[in-house]
C-alpha cells in the first residue's frame, strides 16, 4: 500500500516544487529501474515517495504504465540513466567502505534511500544533508512502511550554499576518520562559486584513504539541447524545465581542482557504463546527457 503522508510546505523546501521536484523525477525512475526485467538497481521505497507527494501521484512507476514503454525518451531513455547512476554510485560507496571507510556523506540526498536498501559493513554511519522539508519528508514516508535503516543514518538538515560544514561535524562526523563521500545530481544545481566552496570543503573533511564521487556537466552551452527530446519531454510530461534550474554560468574544473589537491581522480561519460553493463542510455544527435560525466576521486595520503 502507498502511504498517505501529507506534503510539505513548499515554502519551507519541500518537494513539491522546483529542484525538490527533481527528487521525485530520479525516485519514480529508480522506480522503474526496480521493476525492470533486467534491473541494475533496486529500491522497493521509490514507489512510496512517488504516491505521497502531490506532484507525482500518478507519474509512471513501471516501464509497462508508460504508453511508449522504453521509447518515451522522460520514462525511458532518462530512466534508464537514473538506472543506471544508481548503480554505478551504489557500486562505488559500497567499494569504499569495503576498503575501509565508515562514514559516508551524500550531499544533496534528496530521496536517497541508500541507507536502507543497501548492505553496509558493521560500523558504518550514513550523514543524509539535505533541506529540512526534503528530509522530513523522506523520514515520513519511510516511517508510514516500517523502513529500517541497514546503517545508523544521520539526517542534518542544512542548506548546501550555507554552513553545511558546521552542521555536519555537530552531527558526530569524524574529519580524522576514512569518508566516502557522494553528490549525486547535485553541482550543476548550484552556482560556480558554491561548488568550488564544497569540493575545498571535502578536500578540508576528508581524511586519508577517503573517497569523492559527483556528476558534472561539461556542455558549453547548455541552450543548445533545449529542443533535445529528454528536456522537452520532461517539460511536457511533467512540467518540469531542468534548463531554467541548471545553473547557466561556466562551470569550474573542480576535477582538476582536486587532483592539484593530491586527490587520484578518473573521469568517465556514463556511455562507458552502459557498455560495461550491457544496458543503459547510448549516445543519440542532439544529445542532453552528452556532456554529463561521472567524477570519482581518492585520497590516499
Known sequence: MTADVTQPDTGTGGVDGGVGVTALLVAASRAIETHRRDSLAQDLFAEHFVRAARASADWPVRVDQVPDGEADPLWGRFARYFGLRTRVFDDFLLQAVHAGARQVVLLGAGLDARAYRLDWPPGCVIFELDREGVLAFKHRVLDAVAATPKAARVPVPTDLRADWVRALTDAGF????????????????????????????????????????????????????????????????????????????????????????????????????????????????????????????????
Not at 186 to 206: H, Q, S
Not at 212 to 222: S, T, Y
Not at 281 to 297: H, I, K, Q, T
Open 174 to 301: 569524524d574529519p580524522n576518520t576514512p569518508s566516502a563521500w557522494l553528490a549525486e545530481g547535485l553541482l550543476f544545481y548550484l552556482p560556480g562559486a558554491v561548488e568550488t566552496r564544497l569540493i575545498a570543503a571535502v578536500d578540508r573533511l576528508a581524511a586519508a584513504e577517503s573517497a569523492l564521487a559527483f556528476e558534472v556537466k561539461l556542455d558549453k552551452d547548455l541552450m543548445a539541447h533545449r529542443d533535445s527530446p529528454l528536456y522537452t519531454e520532461t517539460r511536457r510530461q511533467i512540467g518540469i524545465d531542468l534548463l531554467d534550474l541548471f545553473a547557466k554560468e561556466a562551470r569550474p574544473d573542480s576535477a582538476g581542482d582536486l587532483a592539484a589537491r593530491g586527490w587520484s581522480t578518473a573521469v568517465a561519460t556514463p556511455y562507458d557504463f552502459t557498455l560495461r553493463f550491457g544496458r543503459g542510455p547510448l549516445p543519440e544527435p542532439n544529445d542532453a546527457l552528452g556532456g554529463n560525466r561521472w567524477v570519482f576521486a581518492h585520497r590516499r595520503s
